[in-house]
């Protein structure tokens, strides 16, 4: 029973070849978010979109890009992965991103990079 | 300074010992508190909400101290499934609408 599912769970990608990382959702939430963890540090937003509207954090590189076809869809693409790339990318859901009610993590993709 | 901060820990404890995370956070206008529990190559997941007054869940409470900026998690009788980081987490509110995490604090609990 899923509500926000992480594809592939781990993910091995060439240094500079193309790779997405593909998050989908259950909940009909508005908002959804793309977090990037490397090894023993905190979270760190890279966007999010609320509905249609992207939202890009000031310090996420250009080789990060995100799509959302439609609510339910939302896409992370590394145009040309380097090594310091490879962690963890968390996507989450919220309703409306204000109030708490609805924080939801998916499992993450690892994503090594070779 | 960082938008929040933790004890870098780690933290070795035997079971049935009571620990004490603190957090200190940078933005005032700072609205809603967390604190999530990650075990290893695992996802956040959220442990509890923080609350001005303080709450308690059962060997779990949650404090804040707005004045200060800084928000504690205490946990009782320690189980060895505490095992885990502990991440505070915070949302500033406004049109951001999204969490910052601390970086964490890693809890061992030893038999």
């Known amino acids: 029973d899923a509500m926000v599912i992480q594809n592939p769970r781990y993910q091995v990608t060439q240094f500079g070849k193309p790779v997405t990382l593909s998050c989908s959702q259950t909940l009909n939430h508005n908002v959804m978010y793309w977090y990037q963890q490397k090894s023993s540090q905190a979270p760190k937003l890279l966007f999010h979109?609320?509905?249609?509207?992207?939202?890009n954090e000031a310090d996420t590189p250009d080789n990060f890009q995100s799509r959302r076809p439609n609510t339910s869809f939302c896409f992370l693409d590394i145009r040309s992965p380097g090594l310091g790339d490879a962690a963890m990318y968390l996507c989450a859901t919220s309703r409306d991103g204000v109030t708490f009610g609805g924080y939801t993590f998916g499992s993450g993709t690892r994503l090594t990079v070779v | 300074r960082k938008e929040v901060e933790q004890d870098p820990g780690p933290f070795n404890v035997p079971e049935g010992a009571t620990v004490a995370f603190n957090c200190t956070y940078s933005n005032s206008a700072s609205q809603s508190f967390f604190w999530y529990r990650q075990d290893c190559r695992k996802e956040p997941k959220l442990l509890m909400s923080v609350y001005s007054s303080g709450n308690e869940d059962g060997r779990f409470t949650a404090q804040l101290n707005r004045a200060s900026q800084y928000i504690s998690l205490l946990i009782r009788d320690s189980k060895l499934s505490d095992s885990a980081t502990y991440l505070c987490?915070?949302?500033?509110?406004?049109?951001?609408?999204?969490?910052?995490f601390g970086k964490g604090t890693l809890l061992t609990v030893n038999p």
């Open positions: 987490v915070v949302i500033s509110g406004g049109s951001n609408y999204k969490l910052t």
């Open positions: 979109y609320y509905d249609k509207d992207f939202n």
